[in-house]
């Protein structure tokens, strides 16, 4: 993910929950009159994107503050597993 582009956006279908690998993110929530709250600040090994374990959209966002990566842990493959 290049530095300042979205990992996942507000509102965007629950489709996978991601664990950071390399540089860093901001968690954004933005409000009705379009002013962007940081949330958190989330660097190698932390998750990103467990809210949506309990909901079928993201209820924030998640920004690149530099050229970063991140695993990717598809819900349908973790449901998968669980059971």
Do not use: C, M
Not at 70 to 75: D, F, G, H, R, S
Request: without cysteine.
């Amino acid at each position: 993910v290049r530095a300042a582009a979205p990992l996942f956006v507000e509102g965007a279908p629950a489709e996978a929950i991601y664990v950071v690998r390399h540089g860093g993110f901001k968690t954004v929530r933005t409000s009705a009159d379009g002013y962007e709250q940081v949330l958190d600040f989330a660097a190698r090994g932390d998750l990103l994107g467990g809210e949506v374990l309990g909901r079928a959209v993201h209820s924030g966002g998640a920004v690149a503050l530099e050229d970063s990566s991140a695993w990717v842990l598809p819900l349908r493959e973790l449901n998968a597993l669980r059971q």
